[in-house]
């Protein structure tokens, strides 16, 4: 798994040892590289290896049901968590950016991403065609063609709209170009309008690169009044000052130099740019437009810029993908980014689990509850095509959103059919950090949270305590991941199944806690699918108890307190 995040094919930048985000670092040094080799080398199942930011700390005497990896990224005092204390921290070499899946050694390359990014627009759209019903084909137009951002226009292609991407780096517009995940790319916009038009009225499926600013493309969508249905950002604004997000008026060669060389003009430059990318998006969201922040800080940091994007009541005027679409239709119900690699690398496997996860999910939708059916429903049908669509990059592995008794019914028959000889070798369990329990942050993930807790950490330390001592192989908690530094606490897993009856006895223990923990703080923070969710699982599962919130009629409430 760790060899799989540095792997030419598979990492954004091998040699710095970042495997995506612009800064998701696996380890620091090369040293560390070498040193944490050994020690996998030559440790035994009575021992953990402890990681400090990619410093191998050292081997510690535990017990066969340990971590045998206890992985920390990050963690810092919460008063020395700002944007300048990473880059000090990072400097001294006693701290690093882990992102979510870079540093816990869970990366599985870009299908990954490819998955959330489908169910997003997928949903989008249905939310946008129930609103106009006539309208032919949908448009939705965002930018970046990066490590996850370049997931957008092959997303839109399998989710069936026109999806035109602004990206100013050629090299990441060839490499999509190449790889067949854009169709077509323009560097004028005035060959790019009536494109786009034709592909509308005709209601093609189409994904089209724009080579430039995304600004200069929303302010020429603005200036011709073209409705747009979704439109979202996905360029790296976690990382606004470091190259994340390009100012528009200069180009790249000069925008990389002033970079470096002048850094106060640059971020002036970015900020003015910022406040320009959301004066168009508020003038074509007044015509219309669906837009959704897309977990890069767009919104955050535009309103540090002085953009626009604020209501009276000091929230922003936009809901992120999660507060909309993610969180009520998919977290709330337990629903996320499982996954699982093969270890014997070899594609039959792979096959093999494709299909028995189809299967299994087949028979849960037989008895599913309506709420959760068209989750279920997307997800068939993102199994049963995931061969076809050849998204396999690096290790053998697959991603599929699933709830509770989908991830513990899939692995348990993943674990009988590796002691049936049917699957030839060992399978690694895991998940994106982007999930139901594992991160708490207030811009993103827990944004659909609306009692306060939204900017506490507390499920995400608990999440991870609660895997290390129900049976994960390696267990793993960052700060920062996605949207930046400071603003994030994040964790995850990986477990090693082999067809054990011990491996049954883990993987039912630690996946049921690793999918509650946050059902029931969603539940708590009365958030209406996680109360019904919970209480599902309540019944499935006597030793579980959940404390339930009562609902209190809001207008007695207030009538109580005043008359008091
Ligand atoms: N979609 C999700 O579910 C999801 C999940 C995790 C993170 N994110 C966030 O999305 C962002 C993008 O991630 P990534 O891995 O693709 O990063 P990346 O840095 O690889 O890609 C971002 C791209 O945006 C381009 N860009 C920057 N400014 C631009 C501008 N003004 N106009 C046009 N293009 C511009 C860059 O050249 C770069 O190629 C990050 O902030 C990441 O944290 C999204």
Redesign the pocket.
């Given at each position: 798994m760790l060899s799989n995040n540095l792997d030419d094919a598979v990492a954004?930048h091998p040699r710095e040892l970042i495997t995506?985000?612009?800064n998701?670092a696996v380890f620091q040094n090369w040293a560390q590289y070498l040193l944490t080799m050994k020690y996998l080398a030559t440790m035994t199942d009575e021992q953990t290896l402890v990681m400090y930011s990619g410093h191998p700390m050292g081997l510690f005497p535990s017990h066969k049901d340990a971590p045998r990896v206890v992985v920390t990224n990050g963690m810092v005092i919460p008063n020395y968590s700002s944007k300048d204390h990473w880059e000090k921290f990072n400097a001294l070499g006693v701290s690093q950016y882990g992102?979510?899946t870079a540093g816990s050694y869970m990366y599985i390359g870009p299908q990954g991403?490819v998955h959330?990014?489908t169910i997003?627009v997928l949903n989008a759209k249905r939310m946008q065609r129930a609103k106009h019903p006539s309208r032919k084909g949908v448009l939705f137009v965002s930018?970046?063609?990066?490590?996850?951002?370049?997931?957008?226009p092959k997303a839109g292609n399998i989710a069936g709209v026109v999806s035109v991407i602004?990206?100013?780096?050629p090299k990441?517009v060839a490499v999509r170009y190449s790889q067949g995940w854009v169709d077509e790319v323009f560097t004028d916009l005035d060959i790019l309008m009536p494109r786009i038009r034709k592909a509308v009225d005709t209601n093609e499926v189409v994904s089209i690169a724009?080579q430039?600013?995304?600004?200069?493309?929303w302010e020429r969508l603005a200036t011709e009044e073209m409705y747009v249905d979704l439109g979202s950002d996905?360029?790296?604004?976690?990382?606004p000052w470091a190259?994340?997000?390009?100012?528009?008026d200069i180009d790249?060669v000069e925008a990389n130099r002033m970079m470096a060389e002048e850094p106060d003009k640059f971020q002036a430059k970015v900020r003015n740019?910022l406040r320009r990318?959301a004066a168009a998006i508020n003038k074509l969201t007044t015509g219309g437009m669906y837009f959704f922040d897309?977990?890069?800080?767009f919104l955050l940091e535009a309103s540090r810029a002085g953009a626009d994007v604020m209501k009276s009541d000091g929230t922003f005027r936009y809901p992120s993908?999660v507060q909309d679409i993610?969180g009520p239709l998919f977290f709330d119900y337990g629903f996320g980014p499982f996954r699982w690699v093969c270890t014997s690398g070899d594609p039959k496997d792979l096959a093999v689990t494709d299909r028995i996860a189809a299967e299994v999910l087949e028979k849960i939708l037989q008895t599913a509850p309506t709420d959760i059916r068209s989750q279920l429903q997307d997800n068939l049908h993102w199994i049963k095509e995931a061969g076809r669509n050849n998204l396999v990059v690096g290790s053998q592995a697959r991603i599929l959103y699933l709830d509770s008794m989908g991830r513990i019914e899939v692995a348990k028959a993943f674990n009988e059919a590796i002691r049936h000889g049917e699957i030839s070798a060992p399978i690694v369990l895991g998940r994106?950090h982007?999930d139901v329990s594992g991160t708490d942050s207030p811009f993103?993930e827990t944004s659909n949270i609306y009692d306060g807790s939204s900017f506490t950490a507390d499920m995400a330390v608990q999440n991870v305590i609660g895997d290390s001592f129900r049976g994960a192989t390696w267990v793993s908690i960052h700060n920062g991941?996605?949207?930046?530094w400071g603003e994030v606490i994040n964790g995850g897993f990986g477990m090693m199944i082999d067809g054990s009856a011990d491996a049954d006895r883990r993987l039912k223990s630690m996946l049921l806690w690793d999918v509650n923990n946050g059902l029931a703080r969603r539940s708590w923070a009365r958030n209406q699918g996680a109360m019904d969710a919970i209480r599902r699982e309540m019944e499935r599962t006597p030793q579980l108890v959940v404390t339930l919130p009562n609902i209190a009629d809001e207008n007695r409430i207030k009538a109580a307190l005043k008359h008091k």
């Open positions: 954004q995506y985000g612009g998701g992102q979510m991403i959330g990014t997003t930018s970046g063609l990066g490590g996850m951002s370049g997931a957008q602004a990206e100013i780096n990441a724009y430039g600013n995304v600004v200069d493309l996905q360029t790296s604004l976690h990382n190259g994340g997000y390009y100012p528009v790249f740019t990318h897309y977990g890069n800080a993908y993610m994106d982007h993103r991941g996605g949207v930046g």
